[in-house]
């Protein structure tokens, strides 16, 4: 069994065993666990992970560390989706930013990995929750040009008209300037969110 593996059925075991219980951010988190927990995290120890995430009362997931760093935040750098999964399916919040001022959707738009992004969203993400510089989701993705998240977000309801606090573009001002990748704007002004119609005219009966 190669290690990926390995470590998708331990924390599939995990959360097999008893239901999970959600846990909130709040006081009483032991700092030691917490480094502890980003250290197993960074580390793929899924057993101790999984270990100190048990514990009764334990916010271990919802930590950020000395160096700013948070659990959560650390998997999807790394776009390791098991670990997303526990992480959440363990509490964790899909909308606490690190030190870098970073939230969850945002760095899962930045590299493009869809699937994290449709379990941050199913988890309570704010699709249109902002970094430090005030950039969304889908402004970031439009940035990073990747035309695959752009839709997912817009599915998702993402606001192509929110500006961020640094220049004041929107995800559509980004758009239009990349002259060189039209299909990003198309997408903006084609895609509706899903369960919503475009509207075509008036109905003639």
């Known amino acids: 069994m190669t290690l990926k593996r390995s470590l998708a059925a331990i924390i599939a075991l995990s959360l097999a065993a008893s239901p999970a219980p959600i846990f909130a951010q709040g006081l009483g988190l032991n700092a030691s666990d917490g480094e502890a927990f980003l250290k197993a995290i960074k580390d793929d120890d899924a057993n101790k ?88 989701a889908l402004a970031v993705a439009v940035q990073q040009r990747q035309p695959r998240m752009v839709e997912q977000l817009l599915k998702a309801g993402a606001n192509p008209d929110k500006g961020d606090h640094v220049t004041g573009y929107t995800p559509r001002d980004y758009a239009k300037r990349d002259t060189r990748n039209p299909q990003l704007l198309k997408l903006i002004e084609t895609i509706k969110p899903a369960g919503k119609k475009a509207v075509t005219g008036p109905k003639i009966n």
Do not use: H
């Not at 950020?64 to 997303?84: A, C, F, H, M, Q």
């Not at 590299?111 to 988890?123: D, K, P, S, T, V």
């Open 49 to 136: 992970a999984v270990e100190l995430a048990g514990q009764p009362g334990a916010r271990v997931v919802n930590y950020r560390g000395y160096s700013g760093e948070t659990p959560l935040n650390i998997v999807l750098r790394k776009r390791e989706l098991d670990w997303v999964g526990f992480l959440l399916t363990r509490g964790a919040d899909p909308n606490i930013a690190d030190g870098k001022g970073d939230i969850p959707l945002t760095i899962a738009a930045e590299i493009g990995f869809e699937e994290a992004a449709a379990q941050l969203i199913r988890r309570g993400a704010r699709i249109d929750g902002v970094n430090r510089r005030g950039e969304t």
